[in-house]
């Protein structure tokens, strides 16, 4: 999970990820695409042509809105669609 | 504002059965027509039933051409109500020129079932167009219209996607009314 900043207000993890080209940009991003549809969840996403900015945010439906191990357990899954 | 020539009018036919009914959500367009209600067609007649979905449209004016920017706040528009389960992300590009701006736009509503909310104007040749949807569609287009409006010249200028947009910005999401200087 390296990289990913926690912020309290409000709740999230944060990361930004830079690349060489926005070919990959692309490619991280439709990796990230599928990764949310097969989990069904979606974080945030800010992108540029050679960036992307991921923003996780709480489960709605949980009964107090912070950042727990399933957050950091989906941030760290994101970072593994980088190295794939 | 006038009603659109496709649009059907509101006369019933109390002989339609509701089963028979196929109800659709009329996607936003950005040309500022009331199109944010729902559509009810009938598989055996052209005729429609008498319902509520032309109510709505009558309070949605819009000088900039952003479907979104009538006086109905959009949390109250059951068109954007199609599925609770996935919610009502939104998805923003802003782009340099117009031309990618329109390019994004077409790539983002052909891409996935998304509703072209508005279109603004930011000033300095920025662009920005928005789209609402299901958090997975809306993922899907904003993808697609980055990708188109990259192609057009230097367009690209940033996107965004919110999965879960506080109910308090959405009067945010309303198009100014700026328009191009002449």
């Given at each position: 999970m390296e990289g990913w900043r926690q912020k309290n207000r409000p709740e999230c993890l944060e990361k930004r990820f830079e690349f060489e080209s926005y070919d990959k940009t692309r490619d991280f991003l439709d990796a990230l695409g599928d990764f949310s549809e097969k989990v069904n969840r979606f974080p945030d996403i800010s992108f540029g042509k050679t960036y992307a900015n991921i923003t996780i945010r709480p489960l709605e439906d949980i009964e107090k809105e912070e950042i727990s191990n399933v957050d950091h357990e989906f941030a760290t899954q994101i970072d593994l669609l980088i190295k794939k | 504002m006038s009603t659109p020539s496709n649009r059907q009018s509101k006369s019933s036919n109390k002989t339609i059965k509701p089963q028979d009914q196929v109800v659709d959500v009329t996607p936003l367009t950005?040309?500022?027509?009331?199109?944010t209600t729902l559509k009810i067609e009938s598989s055996s007649s052209k005729k429609t039933s008498n319902t509520k979905r032309n109510s709505e449209a009558k309070s949605l004016s819009n000088a900039s051409g952003?479907?979104?920017?009538?006086?109905?706040?959009l949390g109250k528009n059951?068109?954007?109500?199609?599925n609770k389960n996935g919610g009502v992300a939104l998805g923003m590009i802003e782009t340099r020129g117009l031309v990618p701006a329109i390019e994004a736009a077409d790539a983002m509503t052909k891409a996935a079932e998304v509703n072209l909310i508005a279109k603004e104007l930011v000033g300095g040749g920025y662009v920005t167009v928005m789209v609402r949807g299901e958090t997975g569609a809306v993922n899907a287009s904003v993808r697609a219209g980055a990708d188109a409006c990259e192609r057009v010249?230097?367009?690209?200028v940033a996107a965004h996607i919110i999965a879960r947009p506080d109910v308090e910005v959405e009067p945010a999401l309303r198009g100014s009314g700026a328009k191009r200087r002449s």
């Open positions: - | 950005s040309g500022g027509q009331p199109s952003g479907a979104g920017s009538g006086e109905t706040p059951k068109g954007y109500e199609t010249g230097d367009g690209l």
